[in-house]
């Protein structure tokens, strides 16, 4: 029964409720901030996948794609791609610019004569969707002498228009600067800026020869009758053995789809996890607002109010300040996409404009409405039903415990969260292994603290009286000390997973690359000259170190029994089956690679085709010794059998590749080598040089230049991975706040007894301080623990990269953080102080 109606309730509620929250402060702040995260993760992925989506043709170049290596389609295909639509060729390669001087005596500082560059020919018809721009006129086709250069080229060369470049046998003059490249994105990833010549130009250069490296791609533009993901199936299953790349534009850069969606729902969780442990410091600042109310309470039980009409009201309260908390996260969280789009320029892939995304926005309402519910029920459920002389006597006499139906409503509001979080996932089981091990933690330090207030009650009491003191406050009535060990172990948790992130992802490129990383690798070599190639650089630096292999694109078409058009999706991780990879032979185990499984060919094997397996691969498809596999190589499949597999050693910088031929299997087919030069970093220039003086042809990669880019994303990723644990180490702050809000109480009833009793301020702080080193004493171990393991999932589980934390620096950001969260602690007991014995014992 209910004394009171709703609008009574309500009225109440409203009256009582301070207009600066005052009180429900923390509430509106941890709602605010775990909303505010979650919105602009989930607004900011789905503006990005949406503009990916909205220019698919654009990107993409055209409706399809049709993508093949070291080879270009016959006359016969070209005419049948004409019969779809019209039809744009471009042919895209490594290749070196060398800048041409007009008095070449005079140097240009540090500029380089060479750079490696992305060249790229097109045909009349390009671009089919999107505009060519350039800096200072409209675009036009060429002529067969002339290039477009990107702004990245003409600063590292110093050149702009008019300025002459070389491209093995011929020789350019730049006409422009690209301002934007219409499908650039769809592109992929890149070593070096971009140059446009004509198809007529690129073939003048003689670059293209047999066994090149080299990708060729034709984008049709289709006539209205056709629809483009049925063109694609359709010439995916009639040319399922050619080895060739089938795109359309739903998946025009699926690369960037894979990194965004990955990111976000990586980021996403981290944001849950903060909002989940922000729920704790909701359920302690509602539980300190509720004890500051128990006066009220207790006296609208006596003059007859029932649980419901408490439960009533001060639901009310908490809920209003839920749902503005909510919707001022869902504004912040809407409204922040265009800034970090501004903020982030070339960094992200596509700039997208301001839109509401109504998906993401919903579902981080939803989720602060679950954790406001689940975490605010317990004293909302306490204050409801305990009697009124249990709440007269809550300063002194703690009482616990919550009703069954409270209970089941948890469970249910608790449940709808799991679900929610799986049903929103894109790995439902890599969701479900964060938000278990957020639970383990939380549920551990929950322990923790319920076994440490147990031990200090058992213990003896110290003669020194701070120390006493200090251990007296574990344990007293109306303590804190779980909710003080969950919030200290999660702060200190979190510094430590940050250190451990950020370090080990500097470390990746500080300490192991370049330790093992060539100086330079070298492309498209002529194969009957490597002994030229090594007289050339021997002479310009004898010390030098070889690696030579030959170099093939292929595609895995079959393994076992399994056809790999046939799959309906990848297996997970099997990153090698989406295109073509490079495929080597060699007679002996090549460098950067162990043999675990099988035995390696003679050396003068000529039996039928074998294959050397990367061991990971193998265990991704499920295939082992003896089992076939077949591959598709300029057109032709080979059908191997495996004889090893191998653990490659990708982190040397070197050639490291999943496939591996017996010689007799590839040896006839046109290819070039590749090779990788050990030397003194002073040698590059004049080993480039060189280089391009004898093989214009070749392509000069600086290893040091590609460790830049990847330092580069590295950086990036931990940036966007910084931002997001920050929020949840506010909240882990917030939760700290909320435990010394909820025990302010009893700790201003025992402050004023002893200073009653003779106690100065000085050692009241001293007692604080502490209780909140011993706490943080036993939590530096256990945080050091679980911040660890946390950073390890993140490097080793999720990124792949090395665990190589810097010890001295996670310790150091453990103490920072542990003198920071003691600081907050003792801030907060400052007001205790000041409270007068008078005014605080007519509160009690």
């Known amino acids: 029964m209910s004394a009171f109606g709703w609008r009574a309730s309500w009225r109440i509620a409203r009256r009582d409720l301070h207009l600066g929250f005052r009180g429900l402060r923390l509430l509106f702040l941890c709602l605010f901030l775990g909303v505010a995260t979650l919105a602009a993760i989930g607004s900011l992925t789905a503006a990005i996948t949406q503009e990916l989506r909205d220019r698919g043709r654009v990107i993409l170049g055209g409706d399809i794609e049709i993508g093949m290596t070291q080879r270009e389609a016959g006359l016969g295909d070209k005419e049948s791609f004409r019969q779809l639509g019209r039809l744009s060729e471009t042919i895209r390669m490594r290749a070196m610019a060398q800048r041409i001087d007009p008095e070449p005596g005079k140097g240009r500082g540090d500029a380089p004569a060479a750079v490696l560059t992305e060249l790229k020919g097109v045909d009349a018809a390009y671009p089919l969707y999107g505009r060519l721009t350039l800096r200072h006129a409209p675009y036009r086709p060429m002529d067969a002498r002339d290039i477009l250069i990107g702004q990245a080229l003409a600063e590292r060369l110093e050149v702009g228009r008019g300025a002459q470049l070389r491209y093995g046998d011929a020789t350019f003059t730049v006409r422009d600067i690209i301002a934007d490249e219409p499908d650039r994105l769809g592109e992929g990833f890149t070593l070096g800026p971009v140059a446009i010549v004509s198809m007529a130009g690129l073939r003048g250069t003689g670059l293209i020869q047999p066994g090149s490296l080299y990708s060729a791609k034709y984008r049709i533009r289709l006539n209205p009758r056709y629809d483009a993901a049925t063109v694609r199936r359709d010439w995916e299953k009639a040319r399922a053995k050619e080895g060739w790349t089938f795109k359309d534009e739903s998946r025009a850069a699926p690369g960037a789809n894979r990194f965004i969606d990955r990111m976000g729902q990586f980021l996403s969780l981290i944001g849950l996890a903060a909002l989940v442990i922000a729920g704790i410091g909701v359920s302690n600042g509602v539980a300190s607002y509720l004890a500051a109310k128990r006066g009220g309470i207790a006296t609208l039980k006596v003059l007859g109010a029932t649980s419901t009409d408490i439960a009533r009201i001060y639901r009310l309260q908490v809920g209003a300040v839920a749902l503005l908390g909510i919707f001022a996260g869902l504004i912040m969280g809407a409204a922040l996409p265009p800034l970090v789009v501004a903020l982030a320029g070339d960094v992200l892939p596509v700039s997208p404009g301001f839109r509401l995304h109504p998906a993401p926005l919903l579902t981080s309402a939803a989720y602060g409405l679950l954790i406001a519910f689940l975490f605010t029920f317990p004293p909302l459920a306490k204050a409801r039903t305990q009697p009124a002389a249990a709440i007269f006597r809550g300063a002194v006499e703690a ?422 969260t003691l600081g907050i602690g003792l801030a907060g007991s400052i007001p205790l102080l000041s409270v007068r014995p008078a005014r605080a014992l007519r509160q009690v």
């Open 399 to 820: 009482r616990s415990g919550v009703d069954r139906r409270s209970l089941a409503a948890m469970a249910l509001a608790g449940g709808l969260l799991v679900a929610l979080a799986l049903g929103t996932a894109r790995e439902p089981l890599f969701s479900a292994a964060v938000l278990g091990a957020v639970a383990a933690v939380l549920l551990l330090l929950l322990a923790l603290g319920l076994a440490v207030r147990q031990i200090a009650r058992r213990l003896p009491r110290p003669r020194h009286p701070m120390l006493r003191l200090a251990l007296a406050n574990l344990h007293r009535p109306g303590a804190q000390t779980a909710a003080l060990i969950v919030a200290l172990g999660l702060a200190l948790t979190l510094f430590v997973t940050l250190a451990g992130i950020e370090t080990s992802l500097d470390a990746e490129i500080r300490n192991v690359v370049p330790k093992k990383a060539p100086a330079q690798i070298v492309l498209d070599i002529p194969a009957p000259q490597q002994a030229r190639f090594r007289r050339i650089v021997a002479r310009e630096a004898p010390e030098a170190g070889f690696n030579i292999v030959p170099v093939l694109r292929g595609t895995i078409t079959a393994y076992g029994r399994q056809r790999v058009a046939d799959l309906k999706e990848l297996p997970d991780g099997a990153w090698f089956l989406r295109g073509e990879r490079g495929v080597t032979y060699s007679a002996t185990l090549p460098q950067g690679s162990d043999l675990v499984a099988g035995s390696w060919w003679p050396k003068d094997y000529k039996g039928p085709p074998l294959v050397s397996l990367d061991a990971e691969a193998a265990k991704t498809l499920g295939v082992g010794l003896g089992d076939r596999l077949t591959v598709s190589i300029l057109g032709r499949e080979i059908d191997a059998r495996i004889a090893s597999l191998r653990k490659v050693n990708w982190d040397t910088m070197g050639f490291n590749y999943v496939l591996v031929f017996s010689p007799a299997t590839l040896q006839a087919a046109p290819h070039s080598v590749a090779a990788t030069i050990t030397m003194d970093p002073r040698h590059d220039a004049a080993v480039t040089r060189a280089l391009l003086a004898a093989f214009p042809g070749v392509s000069v990669i600086a290893v040091g230049d590609v460790i830049d880019q990847v330092g580069a994303i590295l950086t990036q990723m931990s940036r966007a991975i910084l931002v997001a644990a920050s929020v949840a180490i506010l909240a882990g702050i917030a939760v700290l706040v909320g435990a010394i809000a909820a025990s302010r109480q009893a700790r201003s009833y025992d402050s004023v007894v002893l200073k009653t009793l003779g106690a100065t301020r000085t050692q009241l702080l001293g007692g604080q301080a502490l209780e909140y080193g011993l706490l943080a004493a036993i939590l530096a171990l256990v945080a050091l623990a679980l911040g660890s393991a946390a950073a390890w999932f993140v490097i080793v589980e999720v990124f792949d990269f090395t665990w190589s934390p810097n010890w001295p620096v996670v310790l150091a950001t453990l103490g920072g953080g542990a003198l920071l």
